[in-house]
């Protein structure tokens, strides 16, 4: 029953360097997400997406992309890593709910810690 | 004025104790609520949805005031597994989910 995984759980990054951090679910879910939580804030959500080959962008997408070329896979690439993206990422998945909205309670991968030097 | 706001804390109580947190939103067109546990450098977890009418699970009650826009999470009989971040959780709508900054709770023997 593996719900969601991320892989890697950590990483240390070169200012510059690129990489991709993965996430796939098998709970069969529409929608998925990636936060990033930084010390003693709330999760700010990067970038959703409601089903294969439909993303969009949340409310700190600057330095990074997404592809969903899947239901189960919704991977976030860093192309220019940079000190501010030291952070811990969590991707997400929800069943769709209502309509077109994303109210249903959302299940967590265990995270990707970054450190970016 | 942030959208959702919670006390950071800590909440240092002793087993046994009653503790009671509350949270408070902006958006007045919020819609669904939520409350989600995180341990130490782990992933949140749901642990209870908020209901207009209110609603418990076990010593878990959480209530939805939205005159006064707050929710609030009581646990009864603290056990030191509660220890734990608590993040208030409110969809706006769409796909706006806010999230809390967390209250940490510290249960001790």
Redo the contacts between chains.
Sequence with gaps: NAGVTQTPKFRILKIGQSMTLQCTQDMNHN?MYW?RQDP????K?IY?S?GAGIT?K?EVPNGYNVSRSTTEDFPLRLELAAPSQTS?Y?CASSPP?QG????Q???????T?LSIL | RKEVEQDPGPFNVPEGATVAFNCTYSNSASQSFFWYRQDCRKEPKLLMSVYSSGNEDGRFTAQLNRASQYISLLIRDSKLSDSATYLCVVYTGGFKTIFGAGTRLFVKA
């Design positions: 929608y936060y003693g804030m709330g999760l959500l959703y409601v969009d949340g811990v969590f709910g077109f909205h994303s109210n309670p959302q299940h967590f991968g265990d995270g810690r």
